[in-house]
T-cell receptor, first 114, second 114 residues
């Protein structure tokens, strides 16, 4: 069984540029999470989807961040415009109804904003 | 709200020695507790979890943890570590009404040397 796939793995951009991250969850996993992990910190939840519905986006900075999960499978997280402080690792995770207590994480996208 | 404290940012240990990584949590409601491991440039992998029942839980790679409600702790232990256990370890908590939002600690870096 394939794990959570994320792309790109690394991204370097200049400030004020837009950037997008893509996540493909494990097949059959209806819940998808985006986390932000700053250097030396634990992950922090940005947004959680149940199928195509964003059920918890309270921690998503909506002035510059947006996310979508069309058709309830793949998801895209976008930042526009990026700021220096957005440099971090963006992790995607998914879980299934049968194993709701376990989140499976992708390898993450490391963003560097210059 | 829930919170997690991992007091040790780094724990150096020699190969084949025992190790304990400390985790304390704070919550006004009952919780579920988790330990995740993160190897360099990889996503998080679930080591073990406490949901209910026996307070001593066993996980993968020879790790175990004990839930202590009176001390609000969930310390991770391994009787004999290997070089390959070198990684970042994160303790996480969520309300026992659901698994929607994991709150992570800041992590403990385990450094195993020969």
């Amino acid at each position: 069984e394939a794990g959570v796939v994320q792309s790109p793995r690394y991204k370097i951009i200049e400030k004020k540029q837009p950037v997008a991250f893509w996540c493909n969850p494990i097949s059959g996993h209806n819940t998808l999470y985006w986390y932000l992990q700053n250097l030396g910190q634990g992950p922090e939840l940005l947004i959680r989807y149940e199928n195509e519905e964003a059920v918890d986006d309270s921690q998503l900075p909506k002035d510059r961040f947006s996310a979508e999960r069309l058709k309830g499978v793949d998801s895209t997280l976008k930042i526009q415009p990026a700021e220096l402080g957005d440099s971090a690792v963006y992790l995607c995770a998914s879980s299934s109804p049968r194993e709701a207590d376990t989140q499976y994480f992708g390898p993450g996208t490391r963003l560097t904003v210059l | 709200a829930q919170s997690v404290t991992q007091l040790d940012s780094q724990v150096p240990v020699f190969e084949e020695a025992p190790v304990e990584l400390r985790c304390n949590y704070s919550s006004s409601v009952s919780v579920y507790l988790f330990w995740y491991v993160q190897y360099p440039n990889q996503g998080l992998q679930l080591l073990l979890k406490y949901l209910s029942g026996s307070t001593l839980v066993k996980g993968i790679n020879g790790f175990e943890a004990e839930f202590n409600k009176s001390q609000t702790s969930f310390h991770l232990r391994k009787p004999s570590v290997h070089i390959s256990d070198t990684a970042e370890y994160f303790c996480a908590v969520t309300k026992n009404t659901g698994f929607q939002k994991l709150v992570f600690g800041t992590g403990t870096r385990l450094l195993v040397s020969p």
